[in-house]
């Protein structure tokens, strides 16, 4: 039984033994009514304890509150699941820090990097160990190469020179490789070459992104995202649990070990990807009843602490966008409400930030929260322009959104948001663009009057004023398929002068259907 419970490593669980609904009490405690219903009918709607002879001598009464009870267990034990699967052990090494930054710098070949330099590809790097509580860049080493792809990531001199740079430094407690992603066996050579940890940039977001992550759907996404470094792990791990001795198979169960650990890897990967697909259900609903308000949405995308909060907060005046000066800040999709000139409400979508080389896993774990993006009726682009590299911060966001393979209208409307602007004196944005700051309430009644616009162009909406007769169908028909913005009653008229804003289409079923209304609208 040891090797078994061995055999669950961090990350990896067994499946649950199902509940067992408890055995009736003569004399029960006063128990909250939410236990009580849990105790009272079991999974699959069988009667439980404490049943019989509720609503009448059918039981139909209590069919209502045996339904309510069933799905809040379903809903608590989809829970209890989900929380199962995000027990895991940390991905890097807990407290302090003091870390050795290595950074490959390609100046040769197809590999050379574009619109950037070595010093602020090392600043970024920088950054994103800062981001994390105590820990520190030690020291920081820009060796030369022209094939990172290669095991060592460098040539066999530039190695030998790095190795003993790093074992000359008895302070340090692990090496930040800045490369994408390491393979396990050049990990693992890495390690025992300079006798400390080594992990890549793939593993560093990863794990800001777990320290970043509040909500159950971030957590989840994370997790997901997590288990291409469990594979690797599991290339890594001894054969057993006795590390070469012992039983081939587990319990006669005729699994081996690298089976075993390969079928709950499997298991957990399906979990995840199920839990998310809940949590997508549950989005979907609520973007369908946010479409049946008219309510348009303006999806805000950026890089990296670039001030999309900032912004938001600036234009909706809502007090819950809390923007911070951190790196990957935001990792939930969050809604704010505010509105336009014309008194249009508007949902401003706040997302996760872009990073260059941001690693393609991350992006398709996150494809859950990303899907927004797809669905908004306009995306915000904001530019932090004070930065050395907004081109390339540019670049890697509109690669990103690429990625994603949004619509070409989608992508082409685009309206891009030049922010920071109070950092750089006598700045003027391009024609496309609109200048602002976010923090200093600069520009934004342009930027308002252009996002106005810009909805009403994507959405195909008007904003008309129609009068209509009190107390006939056509309030209730334009509440039903537009989305009205004021109504002022004219009692001596008899009739109500209506701001909405409608589409073509349905404005010109409105004239079909009241032509006497449509006829008197202004």
């Not at 990172?148 to 001199?157: D, M, N, Y």
């Amino acid at each position: 039984m040891w090797a078994l419970r061995a055999a669950v490593r961090p990350g990896l669980r067994l499946l649950r033994a199902p509940r067992v609904p408890p055995a009736p009490r003569s004399a029960p405690p006063p128990w909250p009514a939410r236990t009580l219903a849990a105790a009272r009918w079991g999974r699959g709607g069988r009667e439980g304890p404490g049943a019989a002879g509720r609503g009448g001598a059918d039981g139909r009464g209590g069919r209502a509150e045996r339904d309510g009870a069933e799905s809040e267990e379903e809903e608590e034990d989809e829970d209890e699941e989900d929380e199962e699967l995000l027990r895991r052990e940390p991905l890097l090494p807990a407290g302090t820090q003091r870390v050795c930054l290595v950074h490959p710098d390609v100046r040769w070949g197809a590999g050379r990097p574009q619109l950037t330099t070595a010093e602020w590809q090392v600043a970024e790097a920088a950054a994103l160990v800062h981001t994390l509580d105590g820990w520190a860049v030690v020291q920081t080493m820009v060796v030369p190469t022209k094939t990172p792809e290669k095991r060592r990531v460098f040539g066999k001199g530039h190695f030998e020179q790095l190795t003993e740079k790093i074992r000359a430094c008895p302070q340090l407690s692990c090496v930040f490789l800045n490369v994408e992603r390491l393979a396990a066996p050049a990990k693992a050579e890495l390690q025992a070459a300079w006798g400390l940890e080594v992990f890549d940039r793939f593993t560093l977001v990863l794990h800001v992104f777990r320290c970043n992550a509040r909500t159950r759907e971030a957590r989840l996404q994370v997790a997901l995202a997590e288990i291409p470094l469990l594979w690797s792990t599991l290339s890594r791990e001894p054969a057993g649990p006795g590390r070469g001795g012992g039983s081939r198979y587990i319990m006669g169960s005729g699994e081996s070990w690298a089976q075993l650990r390969r079928r709950l890897l499997r298991e957990k990967e399906q979990k995840l990807r199920r839990a998310l697909e809940r949590l997508r259900a549950r989005r979907r609903l609520l973007r369908r009843r946010r479409e049946q308000r008219a309510l348009p949405a303006v999806a805000v995308v950026g890089y990296t602490n670039c001030g999309k909060t900032t912004l938001i907060r600036a234009l909706t005046g809502d007090a819950a966008a809390q923007p911070r000066d951190q790196l990957f800040a935001t990792l939930d999709v969050t809604a704010h409400a505010g509105a336009l000139p014309s008194r249009l409400t508007v949902l401003f979508v706040d997302t996760i930030g872009f990073l260059s080389q941001l690693p393609h896993g991350l992006i398709d774990a996150f494809s859950a929260t990303l899907e927004e993006v797809a669905h908004a009726d306009l995306i915000v682009h904001v530019r932090d322009v004070s930065h050395p590299e907004s081109e390339l911060q540019k670049a890697s966001v509109l690669a990103a959104l690429r990625a994603l393979r949004l619509p070409a209208p989608l992508l082409d409307s685009l309206l891009e948001v030049h922010n920071k602007v109070d950092l750089v004196p006598g700045y003027r944005a391009p024609e496309r663009a609109v200048a602002v700051s976010a923090l200093h309430g600069l520009g934004l009644e342009e930027l308002r009057a252009r996002l106005e616009a810009a909805v009403l162009a994507a959405t195909a909406r008007r904003l008309c004023t129609l009068r209509v007769p009190l107390g006939g169908p056509e309030l209730s028909w334009l509440h039903r398929e537009a989305a009205v913005q004021d109504v002022s009653v004219l009692p001596e008229a008899g009739c109500a002068r209506v701001s909405v804003l409608i589409s073509a289409a349905a404005l010109g079923r409105f004239r079909k259907l009241f032509p006497e209304s449509a006829a008197r609208g202004s």
